[in-house]
């Protein structure tokens, strides 16, 4: 006989117990936890997690702005003097100013005399590199002083930054020059008709799709856009033309054998425009030209801003980087997630000071 106790079962053979044997019945099988429950587990568990990454993350905007307002608006965390020289460093295309004009301001704001902007870039996109000589100006205009070491590669907006510094040290093999400006278009609408897709534009004005890669760039578009970066052209040489204007002066004053005084504004202009034509020169040759004040690597120029800011003795140059807090949220996934995106939503229609 099978007695059934809860969910065991008992073998009962005359009066004795002589054996426990499990007894197996859909009914009294162990039930499963519902799945509601598995629910509310994970849901728990996903809140908790959330809960703990956002305090994580308003955590350390808090301390990143204690420790912000204890250096005054500084993130890197050194200390500073008169007989110092900050350092900022601009490596790679010049896709933002942000970051840079940051920094400068910094620098006008703190008791530092000099500044060296360290240049390895090939230039960029056309309106940070104008904020960064705009701030590089204003400095100036605080009676800062600014210097601009280029490196291999310090070409087009690298150089449209550099003209804005007081002096403008180079290798003789550095890349540098390259004043122009480019803008490129995709056209695929060959390939588009193979494959068989069209486009329908509706568009307020004819030159609203200038451009697009659906269709053959037309002489009324080609003329639009020739004068658009005809006019960014001629912003970057009168900007070269203002910053450079008098080492420019007695370079060609020394070739015409005249006094520096007599010479005029018409005449620089055409002395330099055969070599504003978008091509790269060696620093050799930029210095020749007068595009660049002295040849030397990058402790020449260190000496050179000693000089100029009359530093006695052995400078502290230091290197105004962002913070490890600043390195630390740019590292989150989400802010580079957002910042890749914008970067790339922003790049269909840009005019560039940009070399090769």
Request: net charge neutral; with cysteine; charged share 20%.
């Amino acid at each position: 006989m099978c007695v059934f106790l809860g969910a065991t079962a008992v073998l009962v053979v005359e009066g004795s117990y002589l054996n426990l044997l499990p007894c197996f019945s859909m009914k009294n099988q162990p039930i499963a936890p519902e799945q509601g429950q598995n629910k509310t587990f994970l849901y728990l568990m996903l809140g908790f997690t959330a809960f703990f990454v956002l305090s994580f993350i308003v955590i350390i905007f808090f301390i990143h702005s204690i420790v912000s307002k204890a250096n005054g608006g500084q993130t890197a965390l050194f200390s500073s003097s008169d007989d110092s020289i900050d350092l900022i460093e601009i490596d790679g295309p010049i896709t933002d100013s942000d970051d840079v004009v940051k920094r400068i301001r910094r620098f006008k704001k703190s008791s530092e005399k000099a500044l060296i902007i360290r240049l390895n870039s090939p230039g960029g996109a056309v309106a940070p590199s104008q904020e960064i000589y705009s701030e590089i100006l204003s400095a100036r205009q605080d009676k800062k002083i600014v210097v601009a070491s280029m490196s291999s590669l310090a070409a087009s907006g690298a150089y449209y930054i550099a003209a804005a510094c007081d002096k403008i040290v180079a290798n003789p093999g550095t890349l540098t020059g390259s004043i122009g400006v480019i803008a490129e278009f995709p056209e695929a609408s060959g390939l588009l008709k193979k494959v068989g897709v069209n486009f329908q534009t509706i568009k307020s004005g004819k030159l609203k799709d200038t451009g697009s890669f659906s269709r053959p760039m037309n002489a009324e578009d080609r003329t639009y856009l020739q004068d658009t970066v005809n006019d960014v052209y001629h912003q970057f040489l009168d900007a070269v033309l203002a910053g450079r204007k008098e080492a420019l002066k007695n370079k060609l004053a020394l070739l015409l054998k005249v006094k520096p005084d007599t010479i005029k504004d018409e005449q620089i202009k055409n002395y330099i425009l055969p070599y504003a034509d978008g091509r790269a020169v060696t620093g050799n040759k930029a210095f020749e030209l007068g595009l660049v004040d002295q040849l030397g690597n990058y402790d020449d120029a260190v000496q050179l801003t000693v000089d100029l800011a009359g530093i006695k003795g052995e400078p502290n140059v230091h290197s105004d980087k962002a913070g490890k807090l600043d390195q630390l949220l740019d590292s989150i996934l989400p802010f580079s997630l957002f910042s890749q995106l914008r970067q790339y939503g922003n790049s269909s229609f840009q005019l560039e000071y940009k070399a090769f």
